[in-house]
């Protein structure tokens, strides 16, 4: 199977271990991430409804998706939570739609037929855990680890409807398809201050203490996250248990890390 893929600026660079080991394990599991072509930033340093422009290259994104007819799917989580909402206001807002288009200039429309596609959803929606388990050939035995959700990939729940945002599952199912013994902790769902990092950054500092120390007295030996700014912020802010990308652990599970280390 053949899926357009978006990969993002973090992760090529501050987090490309992120996307390596995203790419190699697809293909394991017999899914081709296909690269965009001409990608740009998803836009998600502006916010603004109000300002189209900054959508313009998600909408890019999303159609190129469209006109190849295959689902769009991102790693990170701060580019899929900006490419689904933008691909839900192309869907649910026509004055925004028809704004966005008229920018585009082109020949066709684009209105939201896009099937977006979180890696995580990928793997449970398309992929299946069974298979996954099926091809686990290193288990994380005796692992213990906390699967960290931050708030970029359950909300808002209206529009990104991944999972229950109060009660997720499917990291959880994840974990478990791998072997790994999963630590679920209340705090999983909550922010870590990392938009606030620059300019509040005892706030955030003690929003990601109270996640690593909540997660770490539950018995987790570490967490387990798709950001890479949650992974930053909780990195820089405790050194209690480590922070890794749920990819590495895929990769591990896989019997492919080292392949791709060694890359």
Known sequence: MKVSYFPGCTLKNKAKILDVYARRCAEVLGVTLEEIDNWQCCGGVFTSKDEPG???SSVRALKFAFEKSQPL?????ACHNVLKQTNHLMQSDEA???KVNRYMAEDSAYDGSTQVYHYLELLRDVVGFDKIREAVVNPLKGRKIAPYYGCLLLRPSSVMQMDDPENPTIFEDLLRALGAEVVVSSMRNECC???VTMEKPEFAKKKSLDITSNMQAMGADMIATACPLCKYNLDKNSDAIPTVYFTELLAEAL?????CDNA
């Open 54 to 56: 900054s959508k313009l």
């Open 73 to 77: 799917v991102s790693v990170c989580s």
């Open 96 to 98: 925004f739609c028809t």
């Open 193 to 195: 201050g990392g938009y």
């Open 255 to 259: 019997g492919v890390k080292e392949e």
